[in-house]
């Protein structure tokens, strides 16, 4: 088993940078992909961000990609999420989650991951 929790959501103005943490506890050696997903009121949750286990292969969802950059320090076991040029349509829930299998370009999906936080609020005013 492996147990993640998210922190740094917080209230920033539009504009504005945030970093997010996930930090991952238990069996984190087996651990290979992990993922940020965000999900706002009424819509699905979709995805961010995923990076492989050696920091590598790196993707982003088109809506963040030149703003957002995703990060793992597997010494810490902490993953982290920069957001910079923040807007108000950013405005979610993020959760980080985790798998055992590598994906290439295939980690976008929710149903790809098997661990999962409990969630960070970033709320982005305008």
């Known amino acids: 088993q492996v147990q993640l929790v998210e922190s740094g959501g917080e209230l920033v103005q539009a504009g504005g940078s945030l970093r997010l943490s996930c930090a991952a506890s238990g069996r984190t050696f087996s651990v290979a992909s992990m993922a940020w997903f965000r999900q706002s009121p009424g819509k699905e949750r979709e995805f961010v961000a995923q990076i492989s286990r050696n920091g590598v292969n790196i993707y982003y969802a088109d809506a963040v990609k030149g703003r957002f950059t995703i990060s793992r320090d597997n010494v810490k076991n902490t993953m982290y999420l920069q957001m910079n040029s923040l807007k108000p349509e950013d405005t979610a829930v993020y959760y980080c989650?985790?798998?055992?299998?590598?994906?290439?370009?295939?980690?976008?999906?929710?149903?790809?991951?098997?661990?999962w936080g409990q969630g960070t609020q970033v709320t982005v005013s305008s």
């Open positions: 989650a985790a798998d055992q299998r590598a994906y290439y370009g295939s980690g976008y999906l929710p149903s790809a991951y098997v661990y």
